[in-house]
């Protein structure tokens, strides 16, 4: 069933039923402006990825602040923002099923949809839809620029971008070249030599693109690990950080370069105390069904001397030091997700907050999209 809307504008924040998923708006769209800010002073192009978010609400705001679209990783998800009013919508993954490629290009009717390949059959599949549906579709060749996922080596991108070029209801539009391995390497120099093999085999790949005879217009990829290197690259034009707007516990623990912008924790999950059986522990509402814990626990915020513990499915273990302010059933803490996008796609509505009071309920619309 649909999850209760947790609050209203206008409610104070601790009127939210927990638990529940609240973006602190002040710093949310101080990391928006920050990112914002800093692409369009290199004259590059931002496309937030929306699979950190899945919100039509958070889409709009960054492309109010002038981004050219978004990102996306599943078909549904891509569809649900363009029926949201998004006009310009990459998908980053590969789509082979003809009936997903049928519905993107009903889709690319209404709004430009861009599509990654490193198969010349799904091309020729996607090409198909794109012409029954009159519609056309941007093509990107993928590669595989150290991640060891999806993507073509340098040396077949030429052969391949001519395939795009020649395929009817196709327009081939440039090189997807994300590193996905380098978001979390913990140090500095660690992301920098990621990042450094990235940008060789990304010269070595638009070579071979131009050998063949076409224009490398576009080269998009960089996440929030790592936006700062493809930025100063000079070979990326187009950047896809998407977690830069929430920030989770996980990017938390990188180790910021000295000239790495600082972004703050906006999203959290607010929970309530249920029960306290001893002094050294505090049981709340929020347990594995509340969070993904695929990088780890999540983060206490505000509250010294207070760990999340372990959870089971519906409960959540405190670890209450000795000195700390002790907790009482109803007090609520504030939990940083290890892992903001897959916890994000646990709830039906984001509450965002300002000054104590709710100023505005987000639905999620592309929540469980996996097709």
């Known amino acids: 069933m649909p999850q209760r809307i947790p609050a209203a504008a206008g409610d104070p924040q601790d009127a939210i039923e927990t638990p529940a998923l609240v973006v602190d708006l002040d710093a949310f769209e101080a990391n928006l402006d920050a990112m914002a800010a800093a692409v369009a002073a290199a004259g590059l192009r931002l496309r937030p990825h929306a699979k950190s978010h899945k919100c039509p609400a958070i889409a709009h705001a960054q492309i109010a602040r002038g981004a050219v679209g978004i990102c996306c990783q599943k078909t549904d998800e891509a569809l649900a923002f363009v029926a949201a009013g998004v006009r310009d919508v990459l998908l980053t993954n590969e789509v082979v099923d003809p009936r997903k490629l049928a519905r993107l290009a009903a889709g690319a009717r209404e709004a430009r949809i861009g599509l990654l390949f490193d198969d010349a059959t799904a091309a020729r599949t996607a090409s198909a839809a794109a012409a029954a549906a009159g519609a056309t579709l941007d093509a990107y060749v993928e590669i595989d620029v150290g991640a060891g996922r999806c993507g073509v080596l340098p040396q077949r991108a030429g052969e391949l971008a001519a395939i795009l070029a020649a395929l009817p209801g196709l327009r081939f539009a440039g090189l997807h070249c994300y590193h996905g391995g380098a978001q979390h390497l913990r140090t500095p120099a660690g ?7 990235a940008r060789e085999r990304v010269l070595a790949a638009r070579r071979e693109v131009e050998r063949a005879g076409l224009e490398v217009a576009i080269v998009t990829g960089a996440g929030t690990g790592t936006w700062p290197l493809e930025l100063a690259s000079g070979v990326w034009n187009e950047l896809q950080p998407g977690s830069y707007a929430f920030m989770d516990a996980d990017y938390g623990r990188n180790e910021p370069a000295e000239r790495d912008l600082r972004f ?21 509402d929020a347990g594995l069904k509340a969070f993904s814990f695929d990088s780890g626990l999540p983060l206490v915020h505000g509250r010294e001397g207070l760990n999340y513990a372990k959870a089971s499915d519906e409960h959540g273990v405190l670890a209450v030091a000795p000195g ?8 609520r803490v504030w939990l940083v997700p290890g892992h903001c996008d897959p916890t994000v796609n646990l709830y039906d509505w984001i509450v965002g907050v300002r000054g104590g009071r709710v100023e505005c309920v987000w639905p999620v619309s592309a929540r469980g999209a996996l097709g």
């Open 191 to 197: 992301r920098e030599a990621a990042i450094a093999g």
């Open 264 to 284: 703050r924790h906006s999203l959290f999950a607010i929970a309530s105390v249920m029960s306290v059986p001893a002094p050294e522990r505090a049981v709340c």
């Open 324 to 331: 700390a302010k002790p907790l009482a059933p109803g007090d």
